[in-house]
Nanobody, 123 residues
Framework: QVQLVESGGGLVQAGGSLRLSCAAS????????MGWFRQAPEKEREFVAA????????DYTDSVNGRFTISRDNAKNSMYLQMNSLQAEDTAVYYC????????????????WGQGTQFTVSS
């Protein structure tokens, strides 16, 4: 069992930066693939980024590649999303997710989800 809690949302100007955090409980955090998803108003939830259990493999959706960086610290049971060059289109509720299976995680059908954190990019 893993419980996930996101933090770091808020309001940021276009072109700015923000870092989201996801704190996980559970002794087997390091065995999970972790990922970030987002859901903008009136849109479906979409994949943003994923990271392997070791942190050695990272995957990004095209729209954030080169601007966002996913990372994790297994010693702290935490995952992060550093977001730079933010655009209005990045405005959404961001969710972290965890799963043993990368395919399930990537498809957005993970077993474990956080409650989400909202941030807004103002233009």
């Amino acid at each position: 069992q893993v419980q996930l809690v996101e933090s770091g949302g808020g309001l940021v100007q276009a072109g700015g930066s923000l870092r989201l955090s996801c704190a996980a409980s559970g002794r087997t955090f390091s065995r999970y693939y972790m990922g970030w998803f987002r859901q903008a108003p009136e849109k479906e939830r979409e994949f943003v980024a994923a990271i392997s259990w070791s942190g050695g493999i990272k995957d990004y959706t095209d729209s954030v590649n080169g601007r966002f960086t996913i990372s994790r610290d297994n010693a702290k049971n935490s995952m992060y999303l550093q977001m730079n060059s933010l655009q209005a289109e990045d405005t959404a509720v961001y969710y972290c997710a965890a799963d043993y299976d990368h395919t399930l995680l990537r498809r957005g059908v993970s077993d474990y989800w956080g409650q989400g954190t909202q941030f807004t990019v103002s233009s």
